[in-house]
């Protein structure tokens, strides 16, 4: 039986950023076993704050990009379905808005600096940032739409590779509790596994509709995996800012 064209043609193009992913310097602090438990909070708590940006256009730009497929030749599908997965993304910032007002409740009865959590929703974005906002705005508008498939397959699967690994370190440095305050994280977890499979399913399709596009779609898919992790980076770098301001 021959490969799903996704591991032949879409892969090789991101494999290296995976590797990252599973290996890279943040990654590996975060889950070392003798991390700084007020890291680790500092950083879920910048996660969360940021990620409201990273987050609340998400079911605009894949209706959007869905709405193009619709009309180019050969994605009708693709689009219809890009559409009807809009539907179950909005509104999902505010669940990360949630998270940091109770992550910061918690730091706040516990450690210092005291923090405000409207000022850290509030803060300026990054370059990652807003270079995730673009990378969906260039395909949406670009010659290959379809290519927000990649986009979302990579980032989706986040939730499946990277995230139970973070729960299960925060459950054994943090507590149990900390899973109150980390909702969007563990419905991600719980959602992105059947998100995932089908965004490999529709990669597919488009690979086999659109193999002249192959290139592009990986390559959107590796920037913005690569993208997504600088953003780790600059949510872990901002975290130990927090740990340099109690030490002062």
């Known amino acids: 039986m021959s490969k799903p064209l996704v591991d032949t043609q ?8 995976r590797h990252v992913l599973a290996s890279g310097p943040h990654v590996t602090t975060l889950l070392d076993e003798k991390v700084d438990p007020a890291l680790l909070e500092g950083f879920l708590i910048q996660l969360c704050a940021l990620g409201v940006y990273m987050t609340e256009p998400v079911d605009g730009w894949i209706r959007r990009a869905g709405e193009a497929c619709t009309k180019v030749a050969g994605l009708e599908e693709v689009g219809r379905q890009l559409i009807s997965h809009a539907k179950h993304e909005a509104g999902h910032h505010l669940m990360m808005v949630a998270d940091t007002k109770s992550l910061v409740a918690g730091w706040n009865a516990r450690r210092m600096p ?8 509030a803060q300026a974005p990054t370059p990652a940032m807003l270079e995730y906002r673009q990378i969906h705005e260039d395909t949406i508008n670009g010659a290959m739409p379809g290519a927000q498939v ?3 397959y990579e980032i989706e699967n986040l939730s499946v ?19 109150n305050s ?10 992105d596994v059947g998100h995932t499979a089908l965004n490999e399913v529709m990669l597919n399709k488009l690979l086999s509709q659109k193999p002249e596009h192959a290139d592009t779609i990986g390559k959107t898919g590796a ?3 690569d993208i997504y992790l600088r953003f780790y980076g600059d949510c872990m770098e901002k975290a130990k800012r927090m740990l340099q301001a109690a030490a002062a």
Do not use: N
């Open 161 to 179: 590779v990277f995230a139970p690994r973070l729960i299960e370190q925060c459950k054994r440095v943090l507590g149990d509790d900390v899973m």
């Open 10 to 17: 879409y892969l090789p193009h991101v494999s290296d950023v």
């Open 114 to 121: 005291k923090l405000d959590a409207e000022q850290l929703l």
């Open 223 to 225: 920037r913005a995996l």
């Open 150 to 152: 990649a986009i979302e």
């Open 182 to 191: 980390l909702t969007f994280i563990k419905e991600h977890v719980e959602l």
